[in-house]
T-cell receptor
Framework: DVKVTQSSRYLVKRTGEKVFLECVQD?????MFWYRQDPGLGLRLIYF???????EKGDIPEGYSVSREKKERFSLILESASTNQTSMYLC???????????????FGPGTRLTVL | LAKTTQPISMDSYEGQEVNITCSHN???????ITWYQQFPSQGPRFIIQ???TKVTNEVASLFIPADRKSSTLSLPRVSLSDTAVYYC????????????FGKGTTLSVSS
């Protein structure tokens, strides 16, 4: 059974803090994704990675960076948290498949981040 | 402009068939259309995926016309447990950098 875990379910940080959100998958998937989810806006892609040390910007990368040093782990970094980054953050992974970007993604439970 | 459009909400009664349509005018040539279901406090989970025509599995059907500019998720005989948010996911370029979820359709099923 595919499992994607995220380091925290709830997180409260202060403006200007550096924030790390960690995601680990146990299915040896090549692809990993970070999304944020906001009411009325659905899920928006922040960054994704097709391989170790590789990353691609998604729709809304501003204010975020990522790190993928190991295949199973994908970290989202908020260099200086701001109140408009208060959101639900969802991590996902998918197998390489046949190179289709919409191959089935498996999601973690999400981290609800509040920036005060 | 890469964009998907779905209805914000739908209401239904138990036992009815529900059809949710997603429009995606500029879908990438080689990519699939995928639908996800999300319950409160959980991440989305895969329901069904297709490229063209019709796909059916044990929980849903997916209808995709020849021009692939839209797709319709069909849930047969819904139950109360089908109350959830449903998202379509489409890639709009070959690099996958425009991987766009719809804003989601909240389906409410009543008895």
């Amino acid at each position: 059974d595919v499992k994607v875990t995220q380091s925290s379910r709830y997180l409260v940080k202060r403006t200007g803090e550096k924030v790390f959100l960690e995601c680990v998958q146990d299915m040896d998937h090549e692809n990993m994704f970070w999304y944020r989810q906001d009411p009325g806006l659905g899920l928006r892609l922040i960054y994704f990675s097709y391989d170790v040390k590789m990353k691609e910007k998604g729709d809304i990368p501003e204010g975020y960076s990522v790190s993928r040093e190991k295949k199973e782990r994908f970290s989202l970094i908020l260099e200086s948290a701001s109140t408009n980054q208060t959101s639900m953050y969802l991590c996902a992974s998918s197998p390489l498949g046949e190179g289709h970007h919409t191959d089935t993604q498996y999601f973690g439970p999400g981290t609800r981040l509040t920036v005060l | 402009l890469a964009k998907t459009t779905q209805p914000i909400s739908m209401d239904s009664y138990e036992g009815q068939e529900v059809n949710i349509t997603c429009s995606h005018n500029n879908i990438a040539t080689n990519d699939y259309i995928t639908w996800y279901q999300q319950f409160p406090s959980q991440g989305p989970r895969f329901i069904i995926q297709g490229y063209k025509t019709k796909v059916t599995n044990e929980v849903a059907s997916l209808f995709i016309p020849a021009d692939r500019k839209s797709s319709t998720l069909s849930l047969p005989r819904v139950s109360l447990s089908d109350t959830a948010v449903y998202y379509c996911l489409v890639a709009f370029n070959q690099a996958g950098t425009a991987l766009i979820f719809g804003k989601g359709t909240t389906l409410s099923v009543s008895s």
